[in-house]
């Protein structure tokens, strides 16, 4: 974890270049989000090197995975797990980025919201995760190379129609 | 805080040094958060300028501060609050910043979460909070010289058993 200190990234001599690479960034951490909750499952592992790393750690204090895929094809039933909900929404929150050339590494925080349908039940499940990134810009496009999913906490409550 | 028409400022004549300042300045909140996450409180503590003032206000109408400190050293054993929760989670939403040379001010939304464990009991603390801060560039490191904690809502919940 000591990777993690340390978090800030030199500005002093920001290029137009660096700029562009920590929008790129972003945006690559949002479409993960967005084609989440799309159920866009070609579209999230697009977003993934060829050999990528996915951890899940569903105790972020834990130093063991509870997950842990390794390349783009096995991350399909990962994505396929959120068919069960009727409907997600990945907010996401900051997104931190330490530019090193065609490397990066950054945290991104998400409040991944899932609603479940049980008959006339209704239950929201909420995941605060800190996802610990790993990029590569490959053809000049940038891609996780590895994720590392943390959960933070969980909360579980019923939720009213109206 | 007041009734004054919100100024937007004027991008017409953006340089690249402004945008490397405003991703500085981005990357310091987010860094505050981070280290509070991670309990890194001497990395914390150096986000800010030695005479930081620190104000936190319980209630968004209330005049008086519930706390006023000064100095890194009385801010150090007010961030050691967050240890003895099982999880702390600084989710920020958006942060505005307004430039003026080696200075700016800027504010940040931010969702407080804590999860506190008592036996098998275990409660979620949400906190809503704006932070209103002036920040100095000094030595090209941009640090916090003023945060205002403005608390507008707190939320306490109980969690399933982890």
Known sequence: MKSEDSPRDQHAELSLQQVADRLAIRELVDAYAYCADRRNAAGQMALFTEDTDFLVFMDSSSPTPTQHLRGRAALAPVFADLNQYQATMHFNGQVTTMLDGERASGVAYCLAHHVKVDGSTRTLMIAAIRYLDSFVKQGGTWFFSQRKLMVQWIETRVISTD | MSTRVWQR????????????????IRDLVDAYAQCADRRDVPGQMALFTEDIDFIVYADRGAPMPLQKLRGRAALARMCHQFDGYQAVTHINGQSTTRIDGARASGVTFCLVCRVKTAGVARTLMTTAVRYLDSYVKRHDTWLIRQRLVLIDWTDTRTLAPG
């Open chain 2, 9 to 24: 400022e004027d991008r017409t004549d953006l340089s690249l040094p402004e945008v490397a300042d405003r991703c500085a």
